[in-house]
Structure formats: structure tokens, C-alpha cells
């Protein structure tokens, strides 16, 4: 809200930015709050540099299976840095698709003073968020490493958000298990440092109780860690018929809660309304199995 003067609902988002066009034209519409990009490797990382000698130079603007953009990171930041200095209020979600790319972007973007914790930092109060996946969820293939994932990017831009999502598939089986929902709590807990969960709209919807619990309760409404409030939100992705919409309305902090759904093609929309008619009576059957487990 103190920067684009507008709360976590009413945020609106460029997807995608990962071409020369799509850049120009996000910075060029105003009612664009966030720019949200990709980032590869130009080369697959067992050909590329080791992560440890990698430069910024070879990290791409591009979505797999994809590895061609005509837009480095370098250009990337170049026009940002730019636009910013010309007035322009943005923020920036980069999207790591690898772990390779992830120490020499941060390297870039501490040496132009985003997201540190020095309060003269000409950038410091742009809206940074890192996202990767990092637990696997529903159908989801293997995670970046969430804790090596962590590390790097605290230790580097301590005040950026940390926007940090499960792997996903097309699975029509949705919903996060308890067990997605822990992993996901116990990367998160020790932090001291903005956190979003990056969460599919009709997973978090279809979870059942424990699990949403967990989440929602046990993570981003209890946000106090030894007397420090530490900023936790939702960040809710993908698609969303109106019974999901109208649940994220009732059930979810508006002033924690960023929405950035899509609608659904048919399919998906069926898929979703049948856990919407369903989900009180499966939800009830799994907490009873879940109570009866435990004892």
C-alpha cells in the first residue's frame, strides 16, 4: 500500500515479461503495478557456468521449455532502472526456473541496490520479490531447493519478499496435502523476512482443513516471530470460477492476499465446481480419517 498506494487485492500484474515488446509495453501502461519475468540459463545448467563462476550475462528472460529470448537480465534491469529513474512507480517478481541463475541475478541486483537492508539504497523501496518452486506439490515435478534457494537470496537482498510456491502439473486431482502444506511451514517458520506463498487458487481452495489450517493459520495469520511482526501473505495464482472466488472473498485477509487468477477453459472450470459441490463432504470424511489416525 505506502508504494503503489493500493492494497494487496488491487495490485495488477504484467505476466511474462520476457521479451523486448512485452517490456516496453508493461512499463508503457501505468495501470501496471508489477512486472512478472522468467529467468534460464541461456545454456542448460550441466553445459553452462558453474553456479559458482556463472554471470548474469548468461540468464535469460524466458519460460521453459523455451531456452531463445531476444531480453538478458542485464537489458532487463537496464530498462527498469531506467523507467524508475524517470518517475515510473513498479515493482518486480523474478522467477527462478533454475538455481543456477539465481547467485549472479542477486549479485546484480545488490550492486544496484534493490532489496538491501541500507536505507540509502537508490532502490530499496521497489518492490522486490524472488519466487521459486520449492516443495513439490500436486503432480509437481522435483523443486528447486528451497533451503539453498533461502540462503542465497537473504543473505543478499534481506529486504526483498520471498515469494516461495510448490510445483505443479495439469493433475485433476487437486488440492495440497498435509504434507505439502508442513514442507512448506517448515521452510518458511524460521524466517525473518517478508514471505508470500505463491499458491494455486483451486489447490488452496480444494485442501482440506488441515492443511488450509496449516497455511492460513499457521502461517500467514500468525506472522509474529519473539515479539516482530514479519510481513506473510497469499499470493493466489492460476484459474478461478466464481465458487473459488467467492471463497477467497470470505475465507482469506484481504490486506494478505494478492489475487492474480485467470479464468478457467471449460475443463478446468468443471473440475474445479465439482470439488466446490463436493468439498464439504469429502473434506468432513478426511478430518475424520485424519482424527481417527491420530488417536
Known amino acids: 500500500r505506502e508504494y503503489f498506494g493500493v492494497d494487496a487485492r488491487g495490485v495488477r500484474w504484467a505476466h511474462a515479461v520476457n521479451s523486448r515488446a ?20 541461456s545454456r542448460p545448467p ?20 523455451a531456452r531463445e529470448s531476444d531480453l538478458g537480465f542485464e537489458d532487463f534491469m537496464s530498462d527498469v532502472i531506467a523507467a524508475l529513474r524517470e518517475g515510473r512507480r513498479v515493482g518486480i517478481k523474478l522467477d527462478f ?84 502444506a508442513n514442507a512448506m511451514r517448515e521452510l518458511v517458520e524460521p524466517l525473518r523476512c517478508g514471505v508470500t506463498l505463491a499458491a494455486s487458487a483451486a489447490h488452496l481452495f480444494a485442501s482440506a482443513n488441515p492443511a488450509r489450517a496449516t497455511l492460513i493459520d499457521g502461517l500467514v495469520n500468525n506472522n509474529e516471530r519473539d515479539g516482530v511482526e514479519f510481513h506473510r501473505s497469499f499470493t493466489l495464482w492460476g484459474p478461478a ?26 475443463r478446468e472450470e468443471a473440475v474445479i465446481r465439482a470439488y ?10 478426511h478430518d475424520a480419517y485424519v482424527y481417527a489416525r491420530a488417536r
Open 22 to 41: 512485452e517490456l516496453a509495453a508493461a512499463l508503457a501502461d501505468p495501470a501496471v503495478h508489477m512486472l512478472e519475468a522468467d529467468l534460464l540459463m
Open 46 to 65: 550441466e553445459r553452462a557456468s558453474s553456479s559458482s563462476g556463472a554471470s548474469a550475462s548468461e540468464v535469460l528472460m524466458c519460460h521453459p521449455p
Open 97 to 180: 526456473k533454475e538455481i543456477e541463475c539465481v547467485a549472479p541475478c542477486l549479485d546484480l541486483l545488490r550492486a544496484k541496490g534493490f532489496g538491501g537492508s541500507d536505507p540509502s539504497g537508490e532502490f530499496r523501496a521497489v518492490p522486490l520479490w524472488l519466487n521459486a518452486d520449492v516443495v513439490r506439490g500436486p503432480g509437481g515435478r522435483e523443486p528447486i531447493a528451497g533451503a539453498d534457494f533461502v540462503s542465497k537470496c537473504v543473505a543478499a537482498c534481506p529486504n526483498a519478499t520471498l515469494s516461495l510456491g510448490w510445483t505443479h502439473t495439469g493433475t485433476p486431482v487437486l488440492g495440497y496435502t498435509t504434507d505439502m
Open 241 to 266: 470460477p466464481r465458487p473459488v472466488l467467492r471463497w477467497i472473498e470470505r475465507a482469506l485477509p484481504a490486506e494478505k492476499t494478492f489475487v492474480d487468477v485467470k479464468g478457467c477453459a471449460w
Open 276 to 285: 466446490a459441490y463436493t468439498r464439504p463432504v469429502w473434506a468432513a470424511l
